[in-house]
């Protein structure tokens, strides 16, 4: 078996590079057919990975000075960040030198460069962040999160299918359900773009030509409940949703905390319970989900969390492995070939009912 | 001391009208001086009155057949509802004969019909949905939640202010902070709309123009930390956090609750820690922060959700009886009229920075 090459930002996100080499370290382990290129400044990498032998035996290490900072603006980096870590490993992408790249760095700028240099598929609009989180049920995917903060309904349908395609692999969900996320009020139910989105996705759907099971809209409190495995709205939405997913675990385990500190007693039963509260914890770790993956662009593309530690920044990599491993890349291209065959056919029966053509398409 | 009279929907929400009578003999324990207009089919409320003597003493039942139904149409309800339970009720607010209505009843009905009613307040574009629930610091308020898919600039400003005073009462903060939801990824951060709401409320802050402590751009994860005291967004993103609020707690407390029961030890602990975890309980339950406000019409209107039980009602019946009593209808007639000075100065001072032109004010 051929081995998967991951290119990585080395100096992306608040603990780099250390934690950058730790999480690849971790991966290696789960993975031993990964190969790394590490990018970012020699004197600095070098005596990190002298301390892990056998991640050093699978990683080339990329010398370079330059590296995107936190608050780097997308503009500026644009302009004269091309020879930082981020883009060159994105550029290891687009050479065809890696079959991925991990970053923890400014989201924005990653964004906007590897859009920049990998370009969206053929047949494809804008591309959006997706990543998956738990639910009661088990766990579900949402996008866009942030990568388009407005949307057409083209471009929802769009996205509709590539969470499609990332549930099927991420979640290992074979027909994954599927909603757009909309309010709950009638009187303001739906933007003109979510209906005619949802009416897109209906009729192709009643046509057997969809490989999701389309269950129309679903409402902020469907995200928790896990309604359905793939959530699809506009980047800020996503957003605001997927934060304040963050905020309220937050201020739950806050008061939680603060409930078994209140006396001996509690104490007590902190301590009984302690085994099973752990399991609780790990369920809800925000590591375990980390990565997310700009969806759309010509090359794998996984985003870390920019706080996240070494074993984050090893889930983000096994997220990137595992897109690599199922191949994401060819089944969006093929499915999206079908879907444009799907779009015509439906164009070409069009009753006056479907909104192909109010899509513009 | 004269009393205060509340009209109540009896026919609205999943438990009415028994959630509505019991919850309304809640509320008389806790505000001697408040008196009730109660609205709905006699036959069935007069069986459950008589069960509460004390309750009867201080409400006054008008008879109605008609009632709205939980997905009545907003347009039907418009058209044939004007003789129901809710449009009565917020038809006493219009006639002087209550301070304010409360209704767990269908939510777009209730804003359409309330709006039909009462109009708008001289000065004000658009009413809100306004709403508390707890943070880690302690409690903020949001809006709005969904009365309006889209706003403009000047929409967002004056829910600013609106938020602002409603804070003020329902938080007990003098001086409100105050912070317009955005997304943080850079690129994309802001809408135009957003930005020049945010460079207004800067300018009239600068002046000492606002009695908020304006913070500029909050997150989705500021919600739950408690960052302001007032966040302001449009209804779409507004609805959207508050559901996801909703799904987020019942997905912790769900696999919380399945901790607990996991063995003979977490369910120990459990009892142990029992009489801290219901405090935590309540900290968060949802019942207690039951109310929000359609801040803007000429008229005290509180939606009570529509699941909730007698407790969750006489919340909502006190958050009527808390803005009557503060009298927050002329706090927004002053404030409003201020605002449109400081506006007017703005604009005279003009060095380009501003853009209260831009706004169409």
């Known amino acids: 078996m051929s081995p998967i090459t991951i290119a990585l930002d080395g100096m992306g996100g608040d603990f780099a590079p250390q934690a950058v080499v730790e999480g690849a370290d971790l991966a290696r382990e789960s993975f031993p057919d990964v190969r790394f290129l590490l990018f970012g400044q020699s004197e600095r990498l070098t005596p990190l990975l002298s301390d892990y032998p056998s991640l050093m035996a699978v990683t080339e290490l990329v010398n370079c000075q330059d590296s995107i900072s936190n608050?780097?603006?997308?503009?500026?980096?644009?302009?004269?960040?091309?020879?930082?870590?981020?883009?060159?490993?994105?550029?290891?992408?687009?050479?065809?030198?890696?079959?991925?790249?991990?970053?923890s760095g400014n989201t924005g700028v990653l964004m906007a460069l590897a859009l920049f240099a990998l370009r969206t598929m053929p047949g494809i609009d804008r591309p959006a962040i997706c990543t998956?989180?738990?639910?009661?049920?088990?766990?579900?995917?949402?996008?866009?999160?942030?990568?388009?903060?407005?949307?057409?309904?083209?471009?929802?349908?769009?996205?509709?299918?590539?969470?499609?395609?990332?549930?099927?692999?991420?979640?290992?969900?074979?027909?994954?359900?599927?909603?757009?996320?909309?309010?709950?009020?009638?009187?303001?139910?739906?933007?003109?773009?979510?209906?005619?989105?949802?009416?897109?996705?209906?009729?192709?759907?009643?046509?057997?030509?969809?490989?999701?099971?389309?269950?129309?809209?679903?409402?902020?409190?469907?995200?928790?409940?896990?309604?359905?495995?793939?959530?699809?709205?506009?980047?800020?939405?996503?957003?605001?949703?997927?934060?304040?997913?963050?905020?309220?675990?937050?201020?739950?385990?806050?008061?939680?905390?603060?409930?078994?500190?209140?006396?001996?007693?509690?104490?007590?039963?902190?301590?009984?319970?302690?085994?099973?509260?752990?399991?609780?914890?790990?369920?809800?770790?925000?590591?375990?989900?980390?990565?997310?993956?700009?969806?759309?662009?010509?090359?794998?593309?996984v985003k870390s969390h920019g706080g996240t530690d070494k074993i984050g920044f090893a889930h983000a990599i096994g997220e990137a492995y595992q897109m690599v491993k199922s191949d994401i890349q060819t089944l969006i291209s093929h499915e999206f070939s079908q879907f444009r065959q799907g779009l015509a056919a439906l164009s070409s029966k069009d009753d006056g009912q479907t909104d192909s053509m109010a899509m513009g398409i």
Chains 1, 2 share one sequence.
């Open 71 to 103: 608050d780097e603006k997308v503009a500026k980096a644009i302009r004269s960040g091309r020879q930082s870590s981020m883009a060159l490993a994105i550029d290891a992408v687009k050479h065809h030198r890696a079959q991925a790249v991990v970053s």
């Open 132 to 301: 998956s989180f738990p639910t009661i049920t088990g766990r579900a995917c949402m996008l866009d999160l942030g990568a388009n903060i407005e949307c057409n309904a083209n471009q929802l349908v769009e996205f509709a299918l590539l969470g499609e395609i990332y549930a099927r692999i991420a979640l290992g969900v074979k027909r994954p359900s599927l909603g757009l996320l909309n309010v709950g009020v009638e009187q303001v139910k739906g933007s003109e773009t979510l209906k005619t989105a949802a009416r897109t996705l209906e009729s192709l759907s009643q046509q057997n030509r969809l490989e999701m099971d389309f269950k129309g809209f679903v409402e902020g409190d469907d995200i928790g409940k896990g309604t359905v495995d793939v959530i699809v709205t506009d980047g800020f939405s996503g957003n605001i949703a997927l934060k304040t997913i963050e905020g309220t675990a937050k201020l739950l385990t806050h008061h939680l905390r603060q409930s078994f500190a209140q006396n001996f007693l509690s104490k007590l039963g902190y301590l009984f319970a302690r085994a099973s509260l752990n399991r609780f914890r790990d369920t809800m770790d925000p590591r375990r989900y980390n990565g997310a993956m700009l969806l759309g662009v010509n090359g794998i593309v």
